[in-house]
DNA sequence: TATTGTTATACTCTATAACTATA
DNA sequence: TATAGTTATAGAGTATAACAATA
C-alpha cells in the first residue's frame, strides 16, 4: 500500500480546506485572520513572550511578527512594554480587549468545530482527534531531529 | 466532552501547518506552490477544463485563476487555447512540461508524505485515512445545503 | 560578534470593482 | 442582461537583507 501515504496528505490538506473556508468568514467579521488568532492564542498560552519567541513558536520569521503585532497593537488588542532586562527586547501583553478576543475565538472554535463535525460520530471524532495528535507528536520529533 | 470538536479543530490546524511546511520549502525549488500545484492537479483530474470552472473547482474568485494561469502559462506548463462554441472562454491544457511537472508533483507528494507520515504504524495511517474520508463527506453533504 | 526588532523591498495568494468581448 | 476573462487596485501574510540598538 504504499500509496497510503501519498492520499494521506492530499486528505490532509483537503480537510484543512474544507475548515478553514468555513471558518475564516466568521472570524474574519472579528477582523481574526488567522495569523492574528494563532499569535493571540499562543501569546495567551504564554504570557509575556517577546518577539523573538513567538517567531520560533510560530515558525515564521521575525518580521512577520512585527507585521501582525502592529496590527494588533492598533487594534488594542495587545502592547509592546519595553523587557526590564534587555533592552532590545520587548514583552507582549493582551489588553482587556485582547483578553476578549481570546473569549471570542474560543467561542467561535467551539461553535464551528461543533458545526462542522456534527455529521461525525463521537467514537470517530475521539478516534480522529487521537490519531491527529500521534501524527503531531511524530513530527514534533522528527522536527527536533532535523533542525536546519 | 463538549470541548472535543475545537480540539479537533485545533489539531486539523495543526496537522496541516506541520505537514506544508515540509513540503513548501521542497516543492518551491521546483517554483511550484502550493495555489499553482492545486490549479495543476485540477487541471490533470479535468483536462481542458475552462477557467470559470477551475475557480469554481478551487473555490477562489475568478480574478485569482488568472493570475495563477499567467504564471503557469509563462513558465510553459499550461496553455490557453481558444473554446470553440464560445469566443469569451478559454480551455485550458498541460503542456509536456506540465506534465512532467504533474509526475514530479506526484513524486514529491508521495516521498514527503511517505517521510512525514512514517513515524505512525500502518493501522493508524489507514485509520486516519478513513477518518478523514469520512470527515469530508460530512462536510460535501453541508456545503450542499450551504450553497451561499 | 551575536541578537532583537525594525525598515525597505518584494513575492504569492486572494479579493472587489470596472471593463471588454461575447452570449 | 448575463457571463468569461481581463485590468486596476488593494490587503494579508510571508521572506530576505540591511540596519540600529543593545548584549
Known amino acids: 500500500m504504499s500509496s497510503g501515504a501519498t492520499e494521506l496528505g492530499r486528505l490532509l490538506m483537503a480537510a484543512h480546506r474544507a475548515f478553514t473556508q468555513q471558518g475564516r468568514a466568521r472570524f474574519g467579521e472579528y477582523g481574526l485572520s488567522p495569523a492574528r488568532v494563532r499569535l493571540l492564542t499562543v501569546l495567551h498560552r504564554s504570557p509575556d513572550s517577546r518577539m523573538r519567541d513567538l517567531a520560533d513558536a510560530l515558525g515564521v520569521s521575525g518580521r512577520a511578527i512585527t507585521s501582525v ?10 502592547e509592546r512594554k519595553p523587557d526590564a532586562g ?56 522528527s522536527d527536533a531531529e532535523r533542525p536546519a
Open 86 to 141: 534587555d533592552r532590545r527586547a520587548f514583552r507582549l501583553t493582551l489588553t482587556d480587549a485582547g483578553l476578549s478576543a481570546i473569549d471570542r475565538i474560543a467561542d467561535l472554535q467551539h461553535r464551528i468545530s461543533e458545526e462542522i463535525f456534527s455529521g461525525m460520530s463521537a467514537e470517530d471524532r475521539s478516534d480522529l482527534a487521537r490519531l491527529l495528535r500521534a501524527y503531531l507528536d511524530t513530527t514534533r520529533d
Open 69 to 78: 503585532v502592529d496590527a494588533l497593537e492598533s487594534d488594542g488588542l495587545v
